[in-house]
């Protein structure tokens, strides 16, 4: 687990930043891989913190805070999707007003 941390974080890191430029020309592909490199890195940083903390006896948290901030970009990407859909429905209801 140790030894993948590190170049799956880069591997993370790379489709953030293709998920960046996704979302910023509209398509949808970069939510998903933003909601796919957030959820691997929850899924590699929390037992690595674990096992830095209980088995190496590390004082060293950075596996923690990254941990806490894929949280807080999952629940962005969450809110965000919500937002989009009840656009969405909404925009679905006004064009169906007007008709």
Not at 67 to 93: Q, T
Request: contains cysteine.
């Amino acid at each position: 687990m140790l030894a993948w941390s590190g170049l799956a974080q880069w591997i993370c890191v790379i489709l953030l930043f293709i998920a960046n430029y996704q979302i910023a020309s509209g398509r949808t592909l970069g939510w998903h891989l933003a909601l796919l490199a957030a959820t691997f890195i929850m899924a590699i940083d929390a037992p690595t913190q674990i096992i830095r903390t209980f088995i190496s006896k590390s004082d060293s948290l950075d596996y923690l805070y990254g941990s806490l901030l894929s949280i807080r970009l999952l629940f962005v990407l969450l809110i965000l999707k919500s937002k989009v859909v009840l656009a969405c429905e909404d925009c679905e209801y006004n064009c169906k007003d007007k008709e």
